[in-house]
């Protein structure tokens, strides 16, 4: 396969804009891989519940074949802290996916098309990953998804989203503060739900993290 020199992105590497992380209107969410082996990601994830509708009502649409798409957002670091986090607040199908049972292929055209999108569309947003369906597969990067994942998100903080849709079980693939990536070590996000109570996560691979308090930190005796 030859897959030298194709580079859509900037080159250009870019500092996070300053934020506050939003923390206090969330809900945590942990996967099970996580839940019983220490990781620690690279960057904390946010989605909003429009984007997690989204990209499951997405994943749901075809239960044979792969789907696919970008997810759209901010990449910022907390004024406080200097942590960095991504904020998911947009996924967008993507239209020119070779879809397959087996793989879905972000095109070079279809990237061209989403960043026509986004310049036009959402040009204060960042391009924070991509997320595809796995029907009947477990939650996992291919190695064809390490490569379309370094290719085209080559970023620290660019994360991958892997959604089985028949079980309900996904996982975010983030890599760590080396940027190292385990393909098979997936991590959960954290929810924005901004103030309203009711939770939209149905993953059934996930437990929610309660803390005691909305906006104290959690404890550390987990
Ligand atoms: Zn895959």
Redesign the pocket.
Known sequence: MTTANIRLLPLETPTPRPGYIPYRYARHWRSDIERANPLQPGIAVFMTQKAYIRANVHAQSDLDN?IGGWMIGSWRADQNTGEEFIVVERCLPALHVLRGSA??TFTQDSQVAMFEIMEEKFPDKELVGWY?S?PKMSVF??NY?LFLHNSFFPHPWQVAL?IEPHGSTAGFFIRDAAGNLDNKAYYGFHELTLGKYHSVVRWTNMKEEITESPGVMENEDE
């Open positions: 792969e793989y879905v595809h796995h990067l291919s998804d892997v």
